[in-house]
């Protein structure tokens, strides 16, 4: 894919996180088909479909309860690298082969659902996501990490 492609869906998915309802932190993902230079799939972070409390309103839950980043997964959002995968397998759009884009550092669950989707390379806006993060599983499982400049996480000086 070349470089030129890749700036370019860098700022889709940027835009794409701005649908994002999560008040705590926003992140957009793209699932590119890195022969035809298309996107194959999108996802963004929050809420369940069709509404629910996990995320979303004024205050993030996770905040409320004082979980730290890359902790306690299970509370919170569906995570936008989630949402991409869960998105193609209801649409029936193969992910296999595919490069995911990332406006932030996978964490450890959705590295897992990477790898086993067969996603072969994650191309990430380096520095979104503050907490402890799936790069180094994604690595180790031979999938290609590979870090862009972006906008960097606001929560990282205040997370403690
Ligand atoms: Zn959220
Ligand atoms: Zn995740």
Known sequence: MKEKHIRIRIEQCLALAKASNCPRRKFGALLLDPERNVVLMDGYNG???GGGHLCG???CLRDDLGIRSGQRMEVGCHHAEMNVICNCAASG???KGGWILVTG??????AKLIHHAGIT???VVGGGYA???G???LREHGIGVESVEG????RTVDLT
């Open 57 to 59: 309103g004024e205050s």
């Open 121 to 123: 390379k994650v191309i």
């Open 135 to 137: 790069v180094r599983y």
């Open 93 to 95: 759009v193969p992910t």
């Open 47 to 49: 809420g369940p479909r």
């Open 131 to 133: 907490g402890e993060n």
């Open 105 to 110: 550092e996978p964490c450890v669950l959705c």
């Open 151 to 154: 906008p960097q996480d606001e």
